[in-house]
């Protein structure tokens, strides 16, 4: 096992609402290697990009931990984090409303460097900024271009760009290619890798699509409902999926044959339960077809089945 960047111990983020508490992220525990890239895959309200945002302290978080690079920054000040903002940076979902549409390509990207002072003449950060619009693939003729005068894959890598700025060693990246037409996201997808292969970089990848998960995640973590209820490493989940709700997301991947006469997809049936003051039990057993009586009395808790391969279900008690 290499050298662990980030932790999260126990992670809670609730919100108050009028009908109680809303348990968006309940007792996750996870830890990130170094170089590694983590896959975060569920459906939408699930809970992956509060969790992204309650890791980078851009939301505050309820209970629990995260260790990144041993010390726990939940406990830090606003200058502490201030610093280790350096560190630690996000790539957003939406690449127009992410950018200020009164900021050039070059002033976007210049922001951060002007923020943290890391230079100290103008004609240094301009070299920066040029370095950085070449390296994310933006041609030096769109540095006085306003976003809305780009397409989607040039904005997002506005965002890739500003990322990078500071050259930090972990970066969330909160569905960077799901509002893109699908020939771009491939391009961008590339791109990501690219940089972390070159740069070092360590990422947590928020996605939805199981096909872009696997092509860009080490490891791979699976959520309902605020918990994680299977994490392991990307071949492994693919290959030999346990919990029942990870079997019927990975079903649910359309395969580019028309040829192919494969079972039909598992049809995740039933209501969803309430991330309200939840009940105790299993989230996912009002929808799970193998449900029993003690799926609903209590939690399962995350057990390893070997191989660092973990789930949370009675199936496996």
Known sequence: MGEVLLECKHLKKYFSVPNGMLHAVDDVSFSLEKGKTLGVVGESGCGKSTLGRTILRLLPHTDGEVI???QNILQYSGEQMKRLRTKMQIIFQDPF???????TVFDTIEEPLKIHKVYKTQSE?????KELMEVVGLAARYENAYPHELDGGRRQRIGIARALALNPSFIVCDEP???LDVSIQAQVLNLMMDLKDSLGLTYMFITHDLSVVKHI??????MY?????EKANGNDIFAHPLHPYTKALLSAIPLPDIKYKGKEAETIKGELSSPINPSPGCRFAPRCPKATEKCTACNPALKNMGSD??????LYD
């Open 68 to 70: 990144f690079e041993g």
């Open 125 to 129: 950060v301009y070299g920066r900024v």
């Open 217 to 222: 995640s080490d490891d791979i973590v699976v």
């Open 177 to 179: 290619v799901s509002a």
């Open 309 to 314: 391969h973990w789930v949370s279900c009675h």
């Open 225 to 229: 409902l605020g918990q994680i209820v």
């Open 97 to 103: 409303s992410s950018l200020n549409p009164r900021y």
